[in-house]
């Protein structure tokens, strides 16, 4: 089994450049399917989740060439061409490994009038459901079929008219399915109660940049008026503020000053704001933000939600950060229905935790100590590297096969100073 060994302890130091944002990247990547131009993506981070779409891609009909990142860029480029699609179908061998395969449907029926995807089942943290996805594009006029596992998406003769959808949940995936769809429609589409993470407006500033017209970007009620075709571009993937956050946890649990390269503020307000009330210091700097040491963590009561609320991608990590905090912290889970998987991992690091239903206490303790334990989704991983970077003596983190087939490589040893990150076979 792979995994990574952490000798905890020891504070950490340096700047690091954050990488290009792997939930932007994953919705930019369809893109290309939605012209015969190139499309030139700059910034991509540096993920199996990445190469695999590419290859998906590949089996469309969509040529990609990767080339090496310029210098103002912490990612790589990649230059992809659909100048013509060769195949409407995405299989189930390649969707189970990488969920986010699901977000081929909408670009590719909107280009080729059809398309068939495997649906992607669910994974760690939930099942996952794809409903939301379906009713969306059936509201733009498509006509869903699901047979043997596999979802079909077919456009009536004459195109897709376009229509209103009004999501009676936020779902990033299907706002993004929505939004690459409606953007080749025929007529104008209204999608109410959209998500509004940061990655849709990269997306949609993507769209705008092929051509596309969009109103209501970064809110929730979004109108696009349908083209016939859309162009080239070259466009930078954003930054990633999960990552970022992730690291300033890393900075706060160790007591250590990290300036986190190309961070944006405005895309993290609630990490920050959550940080900032457990007593971290920190700040926005010319090129990014700057994490500093304060004193004793303190206690919080945090609820996930959908943008601008508190993000569920980084509750794992504040969990690990909050466990040597001062006092009783109260985590409540909102999104997704199994979130807690690194609960019990880190309880055998010395924490105290305490889930009831979708909340978790978290009473503080005074140090932790490492322990081999067990990596499950992303986030959960990176929380237990977090807590392994404090605690006294060597964390192994095991990293299941569903951890690298979540399209993850091992995260690169990290670039700070200090705390000691490597990947062992
Ligand atoms: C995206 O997943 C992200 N993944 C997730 O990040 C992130 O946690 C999530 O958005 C929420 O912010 C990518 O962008 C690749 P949703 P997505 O649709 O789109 C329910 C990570 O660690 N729902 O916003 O799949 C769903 O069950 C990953 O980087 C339906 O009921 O999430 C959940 O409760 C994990 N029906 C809620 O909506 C649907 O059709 C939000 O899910 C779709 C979703």
Redesign the pocket.
């Known amino acids: 089994m792979d995994k990574i060994i952490i000798r905890g302890g020891k504070p950490l130091s340096g700047r690091i450049p954050i990488s290009g944002a ?2 932007s990247a ?2 930019l990547l369809p893109c290309a399917l939605l012209t015969d131009e190139p499309l030139t993506l700059r910034n991509l981070p540096r993920l199996a989740d990445v190469d695999s779409f590419g290859h998906l891609l590949n089996q469309l009909g969509v040529s990609t060439m990767i080339e090496g990142a310029r210098p103002e860029d912490f990612g790589r480029v990649m230059t992809l061409r659909a100048g013509r699609v060769t195949s409407t179908v995405a299989p189930y061998d390649i969707v189970r490994k990488m ?2 395969s699901i ?1 081929v449907l909408g670009p590719l029926l909107a280009r080729a009038g059809e398309a068939t995807v495997s649906l992607p089942g669910g994974c760690a ?10 009713k969306a594009l059936e509201a733009l006029g498509a006509e869903i079929e699901i047979t043997a596992g596999y979802v079909t998406a077919r456009a009536p003769k004459g195109g897709l008219p376009g229509g209103d959808f009004g999501f009676p ?6 706002t ?1 399915n929505a939004l690459m769809t409606a953007v080749l429609c025929k007529g104008t589409s209204t999608l109410r109660n959209a ?1 509004r ?1 940061p ?1 849709i407006v990269d997306l949609c500033n993507l769209l705008v940049a092929m051509g596309a017209k969009i109103e209501g970007i970064g809110g929730s009620t979004l109108v696009i008026h349908g083209k016939e075709r859309l162009h080239g571009a070259t466009y930078r993937v954003m930054a990633d503020r ?1 990552e970022a956050g992730s690291y300033a946890c890393a900075a706060a649990i160790t007591g250590s000053a990290l300036d986190l390269i190309g961070a944006k503020l405005d895309e993290m307000e609630a990490t920050v704001a959550a940080l900032r009330q457990a007593g971290v210091h920190v700040e926005e700097i010319a090129d990014g933000i700057a994490v500093r040491p304060n004193g004793k963590l303190q206690a919080l009561t945090l609820s996930t939600a ?2 601008p609320g508190f ?3 980084m509750q794992a990590q504040f969990m690990a950060m909050l466990c040597l905090a001062e006092g009783a912290s109260v985590l409540t889970e909102t ?3 199994n979130r807690y998987m690194h609960v019990p991992e880190l309880n055998r690091m010395g924490a105290h935790i305490e889930v009831k239903g979708r909340t978790a206490v978290v009473h503080g303790v005074e140090r932790m100590v490492g322990a081999p334990v067990m990596a499950t ?3 959960a991983s990176m929380s237990l590297i977090i807590a392994g970077l404090a605690a006294e003596g060597e964390t192994e983190a095991g990293l299941s096969k569903r951890w690298f087939c979540s399209g993850h490589y091992p995260p690169p040893t990290p670039p700070f100073q200090g705390g000691e990150a490597r990947c062992a076979a």
């Open positions: 792997k939930n994953l919705t969920r986010a977000l943290i939930g099942n996952r459901p794809i409903d939301l996805h379906l949940v936020v779902s990033v995936g299907a993004e998500a993470e990655e999960i959908p943008f993000a569920t991608d999104i997704f229905e989704d992303l986030r």
